[in-house]
Each structure stands twice: as structure tokens, then as C-alpha cells.
């Protein structure tokens, strides 16, 4: 059913499991396009000046939590790591530099030129799906914001399992997802013509439920284990009420409030992200 416009674009969501996506989605072609050659969208992760700042503000909790899932899981930590869609390369490096056996695949060539200027790192352009043989046997694939944006990422989810399932120490895929049922989806229904960051037509043509997000893990052969729920809603909902009143100072001096409101509608399952584990079935 029709459930929301922005920008224009209707999305639509699904009677069984709540799951919603653009009804009319972007050709792969034009997604490709956009994320291969879009300089404005690959300058965010591109930064040289805020790369250590965002590797360690980012990449290094989602290794760490990577890290106790693993463990928790088999009782040991993981040894090898494949992140797809690795953007600029800041979480390879930061599992490299905890000692583990890290590669990415990234298909934006800007992206790629960063990595291997600031990390020294060669990510792997090519199609994840078409080179999974080169990978069989990793521990780990993590795909930290890529499903949303792709028209099959149940295909991708199958080629994950192809590659973990022969892992000699347990296979595993985490998944960050953006949620549907949160306040920033909210916020941005009530602002359709303002796009912030989370209901992107270009972007997120794809928001999960829980459920969905479940399910898509089952139908290829994985098994959801654990979940952390985080987002970013309260610094969304406060842009919108400033693009809204003009007016952006309850956004520029609340900082600390923010962080321990956010806390609040994470631990309320409000938030609008989702990380979700899996293992083979």
C-alpha cells in the first residue's frame, strides 16, 4: 500500500512483514551511475581531514561490537574480514589495524583513489557477485549501509553465505540497515519535500522492518543471532525543525541532550538503524 511521497516518489509497503520500498525504483544502470561516479555523494566519505576522526568515532565501535558478536557466537575472534561496499575504506582499516586479515570491494572509483592515498589500501572494484569464488572461506562480510540501496540484496545476501558457509572457524554477515518504524521516518513524512538523509529516493530505496529485515535473512539460509539498534533521529528531526523555522539553534547548543535523547529512542527500538548478525543456517 502507498504509504509515503518525497520528493515526489511514492513508497509503498508491503501487508505481510511491513517492509518498504520505492515502487518505482531507479535501473541498476542509474544506481550504479550514481554511486560509481556521484563526486558530491562519495565526497562525505571522502574526507581527508575528517578520515582518523571518523574511523575512530565509527569504524572502530562497529569492529569492536563485530568482534564480541564473533566471539559470543564460537568462542573465539575472527581472523578474516570482507567489507562490501567499504566506501572510502575506514573500516578495513580499522580491522587491519586490530591485527585481522581485512579486504573490501567498492565500485566508486573516487572512493577507491582515497583508500589507497590515506590507508594504503586496494579495494577490489569489481561486481561482489561476480567474484565470490576470491573470497570463499572468510570469516566475516559485512555490509554497513549497501542492502537499502541495491534492487536485490536477497542476491547479495546469497552470494554472503557463499563465502562464509566454508569458513574452517564459523561463518557470519552483519548487515546495517535503515528501519522504517522509527522518528526519523516520521520526521521525514512530515517533511516530504526536505530530504535530510534517511528517506533518500536515490539513496534508500529500500527501509526495513524488523521483521523483514528477519526474513530476507531466512530466505537465504541465515539465521539472525543478535541486533543493535542506532541512529542518528534526534539529529534528523531537529534539521527538519530548522529547515522548517529557520532556525537551527535548539540543533547547535544541545549537543549533549541529543546524544542522551538518541540513547533513549535507540533502547526504545525507535531508532532508525538496525545492525543485524547472522549465521548460516
Not at 183 to 198: E, F, G, K
Not at 240 to 258: D, H, M, R, V
Request: charged share 20%.
Amino acid at each position: 500500500k502507498p504509504i509515503a511521497n518525497i520528493y515526489g516518489v511514492e513508497y509503498v509497503q508491503t501487508p505481510d512483514t511491513g517492509h518498504v520500498y520505492v515502487k518505482n525504483r531507479p535501473s541498476k544502470k542509474a544506481i550504479h551511475d550514481f554511486y560509481l561516479n556521484d563526486v558530491t555523494y562519495a565526497a562525505t566519505y571522502t574526507n581527508k581531514a575528517a578520515a582518523e576522526s571518523r574511523l575512530n568515532a565509527i569504524a572502530v565501535p562497529w569492529r569492536e561490537w563485530m568482534v564480541a558478536v564473533y566471539e559470543k557466537q564460537y568462542g573465539r575472534k575472527p581472523e578474516s574480514i570482507l567489507d562490501v561496499g567499504s566506501g572510502a575504506g575506514h573500516f578495513v582499516e580499522a580491522c587491519r589495524r586490530a591485527g585481522m586479515k581485512a579486504d573490501g570491494i567498492e565500485l566508486s572509483e573516487s572512493s577507491q583513489a582515497f583508500a589507497k592515498e590515506i590507508w594504503g589500501i586496494e579495494l577490489d572494484g569489481r561486481d561482489f557477485t561476480q567474484v565470490t569464488k576470491a573470497y570463499e572461506g572468510y570469516d566475516i562480510v559485512t555490509f554497513w549501509g549497501l542492502l537499502e540501496h541495491t534492487p536485490n540484496p536477497g542476491k547479495i545476501l546469497s552470494c554472503a553465505h557463499d563465502v562464509v558457509s566454508k569458513s574452517k572457524n564459523g561463518g557470519m554477515v552483519i548487515s546495517k540497515l535503515p528501519r522504517w518504524n522509527s522518528l526519523s521516518s516520521a520526521s521525514q513524512r512530515l517533511n516530504p519535500d526536505t530530504i535530510i538523509r534517511h528517506i533518500d529516493p536515490m539513496g534508500h530505496i529500500m527501509l526495513f522492518s524488523d521483521a523483514s529485515a528477519a526474513e530476507l535473512y531466512y530466505l537465504n539460509n541465515f539465521k539472525p543471532t543478535a541486533a543493535w539498534y542506532y541512529g542518528m533521529d534526534v539529529y534528523e528531526t531537529l534539521m527538519q525543525i530548522g529547515n522548517s523555522t529557520k532556525e537551527y539553534t535548539a540543533l547547535t547548543q544541545t549537543g549533549e541532550f541529543q546524544m542522551e535523547l538518541q540513547q533513549f529512542v535507540d533502547e526504545s527500538r525507535f531508532s532508525d538503524g538496525i545492525t543485524l548478525v547472522g549465521v548460516p543456517k
